[in-house]
């Protein structure tokens, strides 16, 4: 068994696609559009679905923002230059809540960061 994906419901899918592929270096993997229920999926990742976790998005037409509650937690990304990739998603608008700096009680370095619909994001230095 593995991990295969997680989805994420987002407002504007073209924006989110561009978050994650120009701001967090993924690749749009495949897309599509279901007519008859009126939704398009998006999976974007590192690497190939076969052999990496992704990301779904999705976009159901006319719904542009979601309640995300409180029980949605963040996903975690793994990122060689913490300040530099901090510094570039500041410069393109991104809202980057925790700066870069050492987890309370640790060593290891952690930022946040939310994506265009809000859902948290951290980013761990490897």
């Known amino acids: 068994m593995r991990l295969l994906h997680t989805m994420l419901r987002v407002g504007n899918l073209e924006r989110s696609i ?13 897309q599509s559009d279901n007519t008859q229920y ?34 949605y937690g963040h996903i975690a990304i793994g ?10 998603l500041e410069a393109k608008g991104a809202e980057v809540y925790r700066k870069p700096g050492p987890v309370l009680g640790g060593d290891t370095v952690i930022a946040f960061v ?3 619909d809000g859902y948290a994001i951290e980013l761990i230095a490897d």
């Open 18 to 30: 561009t978050f994650y592929t120009e701001l967090l270096g993924m690749k749009l993997l495949r």
């Open 38 to 71: 009126k939704y398009t999926l998006a999976f974007i990742g590192y690497g190939e679905e076969d052999a990496n976790t992704v990301l779904e998005l999705t976009y159901n037409w006319g719904t542009e923002s979601y309640d995300l509650g409180n029980a």
């Open 114 to 116: 939310r994506d265009p």
């Open 79 to 88: 990122v060689d230059d913490i300040y530099g990739i901090c510094a570039k």
